[in-house]
């Protein structure tokens, strides 16, 4: 019995902590040097929200930031959470940078809208439990992890597939 509880704990926390976002101090770049695309603008979730999904919703802050707004499904709660957020890229890579107002931290994921759809992979914590003080040394990380391929994504919050609404 003692095993199976062990066991049972250990899953649980497996779960629990298992996919959470990358979060650092410092982010890629300084700022924003590309302008926003117009098509990513608007609320975006599943057919099936608010039941099963995450809502996101860009709007316009500058011509290189949105402010994302993001009600996150956790349970049956939503949480709320409120981002600055702009493209930044690493040689061929294209990133969103996310900067979480309140935390005062930065997450990146990599995004895409084709077919009417916006697929948001956000990095996995599961990346490297390293945090880093300089955006050169961040750079140089997320350069190095899409070079040797070992790149890890969120699984958490399944923020793909994601139609437009508004």
């Not at 609320?43 to 993001?70: C, M, N, R």
């Not at 490297?128 to 899409?146: C, K, P």
Request: hydrophobic share 35%; proline share 2%; net charge neutral.
């Amino acid at each position: 019995m003692k095993v199976f509880s062990s066991a049972l704990l250990l899953f649980t926390l497996a779960i629990v902590l298992w996919g959470c976002p990358y979060k650092s101090d410092v982010g890629i770049d300084d700022g924003p040097s590309k302008k926003i695309d117009k098509s990513v603008l608007g609320t975006w979730h599943k057919a099936g929200y608010p039941e099963d999904s995450t809502e996101l919703i860009f709007t316009k802050a500058t011509a290189k930031q949105y402010v994302l707004t993001a009600f996150i499904k956790s349970g049956e709660d939503y949480e709320h959470h409120q981002y600055t957020a702009w493209y930044s890229t690493i040689k061929k890579w294209q990133l969103l940078s996310l900067y979480d107002t309140d935390s005062k931290k930065y997450s990146f994921g990599e995004i895409e809208v084709a077919n009417k759809q916006l697929n948001l992979k956000l990095l996995s914590d599961d990346i490297t439990s390293r945090q880093f003080t300089t955006t050169a040394s961040m750079r140089e990380f997320i350069d190095s992890i899409y070079t040797a391929n070992s790149v890890l994504y969120d699984k958490d919050a399944d923020l793909t597939g994601l139609m437009k609404v508004k």
